[in-house]
Antibody, heavy 121, light 109 residues
Framework: EVQLVQSGAEVKKPGESLKISCKAS????????IAWVRQMPGKGLEWMGI????????RYSPSFQGQVTISADKSISTASLQWSSLKASDTAMYYC??????????????WGQGTLVTVSS | QSVLTQPPSVSGAPGQRVTISCTGS?????????VHWYQQLPGTAPKLLIY???NRPSGVPDRFSGSKSGTSASLAISGLQAEDEADYYC??????????FGGGTKLTV
């Protein structure tokens, strides 16, 4: 069974750094793109960026370029999303999702369960 | 504001049929990129509902159907059931190969 399991909820203060993870299982990790999607409280889905674990080719949405860093570690089949300096506006649920196709233009299935990030002083 | 426009809400009685539109432009849907649809039940992660405009993953009831024409796409749900009450999102790409989601539509049954 293809599965993405995300790390647990985080509570951080503004200015702190954070790295959340998405561990893949049930398929060859390097074969499919993995995307990160933000959902702010009560709001819709926002495509943040996508990574190809085989060579770490990464594409960012213009809205998120420079704001976050997406990475992948092939040795542990895990993709990550990190911030160097969190803001209160980063408070949201973050989902990872695997591309259903092996191309960068793809739909997403399955999705991780989500990681809730709360940033508050 | 999302580049892909969806109605904020739709509603229908059990057994009825509803449609949800997703309107883009010549630089995304109109450029030939496929449209995909996701269902997000309250408190859960999104789930793929329709891929490549018209195709259902295994396990998705045939009450759900999708279509695409020009710069728009639609999701139709027939024989509405209470369990269909959820948020629905369309997804596509633009010419910069950046992913796009619609703003989401809340379905009330």
């Amino acid at each position: 069974e293809v599965q993405l399991v995300q790390s647990g909820a985080e509570v951080k203060k503004p200015g702190e750094s954070l790295k959340i993870s998405c561990k893949a299982s049930g398929y060859i990790f390097t074969t499919y793109w993995i995307a990160w999607v933000r959902q702010m409280p009560g709001k819709g889905l926002e495509w943040m960026g996508i990574i190809y674990p085989a060579d770490s080719d990464t594409r960012y949405s213009p809205s998120f370029q420079g704001q976050v860093t997406i990475s992948a570690d092939k040795s542990i089949s895990t993709a990550s999303l990190q911030w160097s300096s969190l803001k209160a506006s980063d408070t949201a649920m973050y989902y990872c999702a695997r591309g259903r196709r092996t191309t960068v233009v793809t739909d997403f299935d399955p999705w991780g369960q989500g990681t809730l990030v709360t940033v508050s002083s | 504001q999302s580049v892909l426009t969806q109605p904020p809400s739709v509603s229908g009685a059990p057994g009825q049929r509803v449609t949800i539109s997703c309107t883009g432009s010549s630089s995304n849907i109109g450029a030939g990129y496929d449209v995909h649809w996701y269902q997000q039940l309250p408190g859960t992660a999104p789930k793929l509902l329709i891929y490549d405009n018209t195709n259902r993953p295994s396990g998705v009831p045939d009450r759900f159907s999708g279509s695409k024409s020009g710069t728009s796409a639609s999701l139709a749900i027939s024989g509405l059931q209470a369990e269909d009450e959820a948020d629905y999102y369309c997804q596509s790409y633009d010419n910069s190969l950046s992913g796009l989601f619609g703003g989401g539509t809340k379905l009330t049954v």
